[in-house]
Structure formats: C-alpha cells, structure tokens
C-alpha cells in the first residue's frame, strides 16, 4: 500500500503497544523498553499478514483503517503470545511437556 | 466553540473552584484540559487519524497520573483515561469492521468520559467538604450515621499510597 500503508502500520503498532502497557502496566524501565520494542516489532512485521488474513475472512473492510486495526491487535497481543511461547518451549526443553 | 465544549469548560472551571482543598486537582483539571485542547486542535485542523491523536493525548494523561498520583480517588481518573484510551480503538475498530460510528457519537463518548472525570474530582472535593470534622457539619451530615459514613468514604478516597508502592496498590 505504498507509504499510506507504512504510516497505517505505524500508527496501528503504536496504538497496541500504549494500549497494552496501559492496561497491564510493566514492573519496570526495562521491562517496559522490551515489551515497547516487542510489540511495535512485531505490529509492524505482523500486522499486514493480519491484515491479509482478516480480509481474506471477510472480518475486515479492505482499506487504511483495516490495516491499522489489524496492526493494533497484533501488537496489543504480541507481548502475551510471545510469553505464552516461550513458556511452552521452556517447558519442552526441561522435559516436563 | 459550540454548546457541548462550553459547557465542558464550564464544568471544569466550577470543578476547579470547588476542589481547591483536593492535592492535585488543579493539576488534573489543567492537564485534562490540555489533552482535549489538543485533541479538538487536531481535530478542527482537519489532520486524519484523529483517533489516534486523540489516543496519544490519552495516554500521556494516563501516564502522568500512573507517575504522580498518591491517593485512592485517582484510580478512577486513571481508569476514566484507559476508558477513553479504549473508545478511540473501538473507533479504529469499528471502521475497519465496516460499521463505522459517526464522528459525532465518538466525540459524544469522550465528551461523556470527561464529564465522569469533572464528576470523580468534584465529588471526591464534595465529599471532602462534607467529611471535615468542623466545615462539613450541616444539615444532615451534621451527625449519626449519615456523618461516620461520609467520613468514612472520605478517609477511604483520600487514603495515601505508602513509600514504594504504587498509588493502584492502596484500593
């Protein structure tokens, strides 16, 4: 989607990431600089596949406000899935999963 | 200006007036008013993405009053602002979802969230009025039961968060 796409996807990543530290609030500085980088990382990566998957589902309206709503939630949930997978790999690797 | 944001101001400036005795009221108020300054200016300026600005303004309401807020009534303005925070991702939401709502009725919603806020901070001053041990003996609240429970709620309200914890911790 050109640069309309990029600003799109930058405010959506933006958007989850306060939202997320608003509501669960991080423990510390640091905890709150690597959930910032995580969730706009992965909003900004993320968020068109999201995207593309919502439309093709027919969730979503193809357009701008598509893209940053699609960008918003998985940035919003990344930090939580991210947990949530590293928990299971911890699991498997010491043998209890 | 129209009537809405009018009588917004007004609101606030009566607010303000009556919480003189509440520590950081004013502060609140000032920067509350700053956030839907800057919000409105984005919006009249005709900028787009004006849910976001508006979420941006929000949010650094939100992170001013998690930094400096001590005392138990600010969980509720700290809860009004992620409210607020939340309206402006349902806007983003409900447009891509194709059922947009109108302009109107998402200013509706934040003229209404800023109203709570006025309230929180008017009836936290209201009932530190009331609660005084010399000022607020009238009328019914002079005595009895109706006095040890506005005393009571305004003990609550104005509780104090200890060194090292956060101000949420105390509820």
Redesign the interface.
């Known amino acids: 989607m050109g640069a309309e796409g990029v600003?799109a996807k930058v405010?959506?990543a933006?958007?989850g990431a306060?939202?997320a530290i608003?509501?669960i609030?991080p423990r510390s500085i640091s905890g709150l600089i690597r959930r910032m980088f995580v969730s706009l990382g992965f909003g900004y990566i993320g968020g068109e596949s999201a995207y593309e998957y919502?439309v093709y589902m027919h969730?979503?309206?193809r357009?701008t406000?598509?893209l940053?709503?699609?960008t918003?939630?998985v940035s919003f949930f990344s930090w939580w899935v991210i947990g949530g997978i590293l928990r299971v790999i911890a699991k498997k690797a010491s043998g209890e999963g | 200006m129209n009537i809405f944001e009018l009588a917004l101001l007004i609101g606030a400036f009566i607010t303000l007036l009556i919480s003189w005795r509440v520590p950081r009221a004013a502060l609140w108020i000032s920067l509350g008013g700053l956030d839907y300054l800057a919000s409105s200016l984005w919006w009249y300026a005709g900028l787009r993405f004006h849910p976001f600005a508006t979420l941006c303004c929000d949010f650094l309401m939100v992170a001013s009053i998690y930094h400096m807020a001590k005392q138990r009534w600010e969980l509720g303005l700290f809860i009004t602002f992620q409210l607020s925070m939340l309206a402006s991702v349902l806007k983003m939401f409900l447009a891509a979802i194709g059922t947009p709502i109108t302009n109107l009725a998402y200013a509706q919603v934040l003229e209404a969230i800023n109203w709570v806020a006025l309230l929180i901070i008017g009836g936290t001053a209201i009932i530190g009025w009331l609660g005084e041990p010399y000022v607020g003996r009238v009328g019914v609240f002079a005595t009895g039961r109706w006095r040890s429970a506005i005393v009571a709620i305004n003990q609550s309200l104005r509780k104090t968060r200890p060194p090292g914890l956060k101000f949420y911790q105390v509820w």
């Open positions: 600003i405010i959506g933006i958007s306060l939202l608003t509501y609030q919502a969730w979503m309206v357009g406000d598509a940053i709503a699609a918003c939630g």
